[in-house]
């Protein structure tokens, strides 16, 4: 196989993102951290990261994960995707907000809902179990 596909992960709840990022990281998938989008702005390198996995609501910095995708970088291949996370929940409609945001992910989700969705979204397989 390849290079790993990068995703990163985004949550301002540290045990929420480091249990992401373990589940992630043990479905095959290099895994890169943040904790804020204002972060991810500071350090990310364009076409660094193939998919980003962002709570909704992240808290303490301004930015919300929706912010984050207006914000990120656009890369020869387009903008990266975005999933959102949140306990809260979402419509088709929100789908809309911004291209980047691909997908919505409601917590709490097992490994193998997130596993299906990341596939999905980097087109590993046609169809995902949950979130879309």
């Given amino acids: ?5 990068k995703i990163l992960v985004v949550d301002d ?22 904790q804020s989008g204002e ?3 500071r350090h990310l390198l364009p076409g660094e990261i193939h998919l980003v996995i962002t ?5 303490k910095g301004k ?3 929706v912010d ?14 975005v999933i959102l996370m949140s306990g809260d929940n979402f419509s088709n409609e929100d789908l809309k907000l911004h291209p980047a945001i691909a997908a919505f992910i409601g ?14 979204q980097l087109g590993e397989i046609e169809t995902p179990a949950a979130g879309s």
Avoid: W
């Fill in 1 to 5: 196989m390849g290079t790993k596909m």
């Fill in 68 to 81: 984050l995708a207006r914000l990120l970088p656009r890369t020869k291949s387009g903008l990266p995707k």
């Fill in 107 to 120: 917590k709490p989700f097992s490994m193998e809902e997130i596993r299906a969705l990341i596939k999905h």
């Fill in 13 to 34: 709840q540290e045990d929420a993102r480091n249990t992401v990022a373990e589940i992630i990281h043990e479905c095959g998938y290099e895994v890169k951290t943040a």
């Fill in 63 to 65: 930015m919300t994960g």
């Fill in 39 to 41: 972060d991810v702005l």
């Fill in 55 to 59: 709570d909704r609501d992240l808290g």
